[in-house]
């Protein structure tokens, strides 16, 4: 409790402050529903004063030695792992999650923060070859300058990481706006770490607020020229819209409608093993997860009783205790609104396999069968411990349902063959699939991010330089060139 208390101010220009806004973020326990903090808002003014400090601070940023620079990740990565057990009961009271899903979350931001330390030195130039005698031409790769970033309340801490780290690391600055549900894991405590890190003041702004107060001013300010976004893709549009009004690159990681397809020739212990982790962890809140399991017809009955069986024993509950596998969703307006998703599809013709009750925030695991082909429930994102089981009719069946979404971000394929389910993958619009593996990955060096309404652009390694850097064309003319007039 302290920690969050220590954190629930604005971190504008290195000064830990109250906003001036007129009203207070309330930030609530989502299992008891005890208020952790009041945070009164940034307001417009704020949003200014944080670009501006970035954009003084990175000046000097942007020049240092790049080996010099590398030495705040080492330290904060440090820093991460001291204070592990703070930050895990800070996952579990902000957040809800498990004790679980906090130790992955972890694991992730620690790998996040090495590759950060690689990327310092990774902005490479070149020197490419002219048509013109004794022309020289150098590409540099420079820093965009200041680096605006929006960030969801699922796995906060790791996907506010995901775009800070990397963009100081390639030497811009940032301002962070981290989700109203988790504005101490996904901002705060990321400000602090950076801040006993040795991270000169000002590089990194953290702006507690929300578009109530600001409206887009996050996003028209003139300083950022890239917008780093993570959510819904109903607001990505939003702020891919705004952003291009202005001429500012955007990098978009949207939500997912992802399938996990399991073949006749598949392992069926195994695949269920695999769906139920995709599907179920930290209460399904995930974009990668397995909204959808496809399964052959052949195998079908087996897989689906083994499937239901493993779920119906989830434990669900209070996530301070180490047995909790599903804690409660975020709030009582998401757990409504899954519930009343799952309502519409059983109204709508949906076959119940496993249901229980939604008291407060605490929703019992819910799986599905039998959906119409027109029925909302099998298109849209799930945010919700909530799983539809599908049988088809062979591959080409399988491929259709699977890209049947408006959504394309992940995938699994379960098959004894590798290279048919590599061939079937290739088939599936999505921007990653897993072969024989759960739908839920994203590692540091990788390209992460979707097709289709699941996002623009990618994100980790090469394609984190490529968005958080430009490029700049300068040639030498070392003999005297001859111009027509």
Same mark, same amino acid.
């Not at 906060?156 to 989700?179: D, E, I, Q």
């Not at 063959?417 to 739908?439: K, P, W, Y």
């Given at each position: ?11 504008? =220009? ?33 949003? =200014? ?5 970035? #954009? ?87 820093? $965009? ?67 109530? #107060? ?87 009955? #087996?897989?689906?009783?083994?499937? $239901? ?6 434990? $669900? ?26 309502? &519409?599809?059983?109204? &709508? ?29 099998? @298109? ?33 394929? @379960? ?10 993958? &290739? ?14 990955? =994203? ?33 030498? &003319? ?8």
């Amino acid at each position: 409790m302290s920690y969050i208390e220590e954190l629930s101010l604005q971190y504008i =220009d290195g000064q830990w402050r109250a906003g001036s806004g007129s009203w207070d973020i309330v930030d609530l326990n989502p299992y008891t529903g005890e208020k952790l903090a009041a945070i009164t808002v940034a307001t417009v003014e704020e949003v =200014d004063q944080a670009y501006r400090a970035a #954009e003084r601070a990175q000046k000097d940023w942007g020049k240092l030695n790049p080996y010099t620079r590398r030495l705040v990740f080492e330290r904060a990565l440090r820093l991460l792992e001291e204070r592990e057990q703070e930050i895990t009961e800070t996952i579990i009271a902000e957040l809800g999650g498990t004790r679980l899903k906090a130790g992955f979350e972890l694991s992730l931001c620690r790998d996040m923060l090495r590759e950060a330390m690689q990327l310092s030195l990774r902005a490479e130039g070149r020197i490419l070859p002219s048509p013109v005698d004794g022309k020289e031409n150098r590409l540099y790769r420079l820093p $965009v300058g200041v680096v605006g970033v929006i960030s969801p309340f699922n796995f906060p801490l790791f996907l506010s990481l995901k775009a800070v780290a990397p963009a100081l690391a390639l030497g811009n600055g940032v301002v962070l706006k981290p989700h109203q549900d988790a504005p101490i894991t996904g901002g705060t405590l990321i400000a602090k770490i950076f801040e006993d890190a040795g991270l000169p003041a000002g590089l990194l702004n953290v702006l507690l607020t929300d578009i109530a #107060e600001i409206g887009d001013a996050f996003l028209e300010h003139p300083v950022p020229k890239v917008i780093a976004f993570t959510g819904s893709d109903k607001v990505g549009r939003h702020v891919a819209q705004v952003a291009a009004g202005h001429f500012k690159r955007t990098v978009l990681e949207l939500g997912g409608n992802s399938a996990l397809i399991v073949l006749d020739d598949a392992d069926l212990d195994y695949a269920v093993d695999a769906a139920v982790f995709s599907r179920f962890a930290h209460q399904g809140q995930v974009c990668m997860a397995a909204n959808r399991v496809l399964v052959d017809r052949s195998v079908a009955e #087996e897989f689906t009783e083994k499937f $239901v069986r493993k779920i119906a024993g989830l434990k $669900v509950g209070d996530p301070l205790d180490p047995a909790t596998q599903i804690g409660p969703l975020i709030n009582s307006a998401q757990a409504d609104s899954v519930t009343a998703q799952v309502d &519409q599809a059983v109204d &709508q013709g949906a076959t119940v396999l496993l249901r229980g009750s939604t008291v407060g925030t605490l929703m019992d695991p819910v799986v599905l069968t039998d959906i119409p082909a027109d029925a909302p429930i099998l @298109h849209h994102e799930l945010f919700g411990p909530v799983v539809v089981v599908l049988p088809f009719d062979g591959e080409d069946e399988a491929v259709e349902m699977a890209n049947d979404t408006p959504f394309g971000l992940s995938g699994a394929v @379960h098959t004894a063959s590798v290279e048919r389910g590599v061939r079937l993958a &290739q088939r599936i619009e999505t921007g990653m699939i897993h072969i024989n593996d759960g739908t839920i990955h =994203d590692e540091p060096i990788v390209p992460f991010g979707g097709e289709k309404s699941s996002g623009v652009g990618r994100l980790n390694g090469d394609a984190t330089v490529e968005a958080f850097t430009k490029l700049k064309w300068i040639s030498i &003319q070392h003999e005297r060139s001859h111009f027509p007039f």
